[in-house]
């Protein structure tokens, strides 16, 4: 999997790459399905988490319950929606779900920044908006170029994916930004008091977040079929696709998961950056506050 | 008055954009060339937040006059080199004294800074004035005790060539020695620098110690609950310029 797991928000909108890997797989031969028996014995796995927990004491036995019971409820929830809007096959419905997903992604972003300022939700939803569906339009009407455009089955885990990636990297890049502009205060301010403009005095504080947002996929990127099969691609070989065209495919996602990261990143540093300073050369610290 | 100021503020305000309480009201004030002015006040007083808006730091309403030109945005950047704020607490980065001593000639307002690049000689001769040595260039910055550290801050800051400094507590955290080292070197900077009366400077310096204010400074001003107060100065010599501020604050 990409970097999903930085933040366990499984909200609908965070469709796992294996589902899409077997959309576009195709149908296989031998049978794959689950019974929901055969879910249930996955599930007792969980067991496992529960009793070091209770063991080790630390505290964790609910949270790994309601964890639990929200993705049984949100993937079922995802799933039913999913069903619906296959069958209806029509742009309108797939449209509304893929804002309803960007929207929630846009949201999921600031939930874990500890210092923000008040349109830090605007920018963030207009920064996933712009960067996951550039890169998600780009790939459906000119890479993958399914029949019809707008087909559900290649949208929707597409744009998943890429907002759960772009979501990743802007709340690691703003998160960052705001918590080292506090703690480099001093710096910040004694660059401005000797002259510096404000975005001579933000550079660094900028790059720094920048980095931050980025490393996680440049990791993912270079370890990518040694540590682990990315996820796309195990749900085209489960489902029994030809591995180097699983392959293809992968290569294609993590090069547009990268792009999805760096247009929202920087865009949505820069919207911060803009909203944080004021053209007097001032940062408005009065608007930073912490949550 | 034969000089015009060298600054004016005029009905200079802070509010709080966030909680809307008002910091700073109204505050005005003329500052000529050989000023000398203490601000006392109760901490929380709004000391800072007043040497802050002087030097455009904070979201202020109001105006700003140097030498005759009102700032706008653009020329912010370069009016800060002149008219220059040392908080408490000095800042360095990571890195050399002499490297950070560097930094302000790597901003773009540089270029139209009174003085354009780097002057090692200069910072090595300051140095030695106020008792450091100039060996300290090569050390990190960081590892200065913070008497030091404030030293290399106004040496920092004097190396752009100043018109006006804005001391907020500069001495708070230095023991007598050093203290008494730092009130030198500044009266020493404005009896040089106005000695040749063409490009005349001036200090406004904060103090918790009304004693400090009185051996530095020829006018105080206080500072209460964000209103500032003109000027008790018990100094006569500077009557004139105490009247202006007293005009100054007037217009408000």
């Known amino acids: 999997m990409f970097d999903l797991n930085g933040l366990d928000v499984t909200i609908p909108g965070l469709i796992h790459g294996q589902m899409l890997g077997q959309f576009l797989a195709p149908r296989p031969e031998g049978d794959i399905s689950l019974s929901w028996f055969e879910v ?28 639990s019971v929200r993705m049984v409820i949100q993937l079922a929830i995802l799933g039913l929606v999913l069903k619906q809007i296959f069958e209806l096959s029509q742009p309108a419905p797939v449209l509304a779900l ?194 | 008055m034969s000089q015009p100021p060298l600054l004016q503020i005029h009905n200079v305000s802070r509010t709080d954009t966030s909680t809307g309480k008002h910091l700073l009201e109204s505050a005005s004030l003329l500052i000529h060339a050989g000023d000398r002015i203490g601000l006392v006040g109760n901490s929380g007083s709004g000391k800072s937040t007043f040497l802050r808006a002087m030097a455009m730091l ?41 490297e950070n001593l560097r930094l302000p000639f790597l901003f773009k307002s540089a270029e139209t800074g009174a003085r354009d690049s780097f002057q090692r000689d200069l910072a090595a001769s300051t140095m030695q004035t106020l008792g450091l040595s100039p060996q300290i260039l090569n050390q990190p910055a960081e590892s200065l005790s913070g008497g030091e550290q404030q030293m290399v801050s106004l040496i920092r800051a004097l190396l752009l060539d100043p018109r006006i400094l804005l001391l907020d507590e500069p001495t708070a955290a230095l023991d007598s020695d050093a203290k008494l080292r730092f009130e030198e070197r500044i009266l020493k900077w404005h009896r040089e620098s106005n000695a040749g009366n063409e490009y005349g400077r001036a200090f406004l310096w904060t103090s918790h110690d009304p004693n400090q204010v009185d051996r530095l400074t020829d006018q105080t001003l206080t500072m209460q609950q964000g209103e500032l107060i003109l000027p008790t100065g018990p100094n006569s010599e500077n009557q004139s310029a105490n009247k202006s501020n007293q005009q100054a604050n007037g217009v408000g």
């Open chain 1, 40 to 67: 249930g014995v996955a599930a007792s796995l969980l067991l496992i988490n529960a009793i070091i927990s209770i063991q080790l004491g630390l505290g964790m036995a609910k949270r790994i319950a309601t964890s």
């Open chain 1, 98 to 291: 893929a804002a309803t997903m960007t929207i929630i992604a846009g949201v999921s972003a600031v939930k874990r920044i500890d210092y923000r300022y008040p349109s830090i939700y605007r920018n963030s939803i207009f920064s996933v908006w712009t960067s996951a569906w550039i890169v998600t339009s780009i790939t459906v009407l000119i890479i993958v170029r399914p029949q019809p455009w707008y087909s559900p089955q290649v949208v929707i885990p597409l744009l998943g994916m890429v907002l759960g990636n772009s979501l990743t990297g802007i709340s690691l890049g703003l998160d960052r930004f705001m918590s080292e502009l506090r703690n480099r205060r001093g710096e910040v301010e004694t660059m401005l008091a000797l002259g510096a403009t404000r975005w001579e005095s933000c550079r660094g504080v900028f790059v720094e977040a920048t980095r931050t947002a980025m490393i996680p996929i440049l990791n993912t990127m270079s370890v990518a079929g040694i540590v682990s099969i990315p996820g796309m691609m195990t749900g085209q070989l489960l489902a029994g696709a030809e591995p180097l065209e699983a392959v293809k495919y992968q290569i294609m996602i993590m090069f547009v998961i990268a792009a999805a990261i760096a247009i929202g990143v920087v865009l949505s540093l820069s919207l911060s950056y803009r909203n944080v300073t004021n053209s007097n050369h001032q940062i408005e610290w009065d608007q930073i506050r912490r949550h």
């Open chain 2, 58 to 98: 904070d979201r202020c309403t109001g105006e700003w006059i140097f030498n005759g030109n009102t700032i706008t945005k653009d020329d912010i950047p370069a009016y800060r080199r002149t008219v220059i704020y040392l908080s408490q607490r000095p800042f360095f980065t990571t890195g050399t004294v002499e």
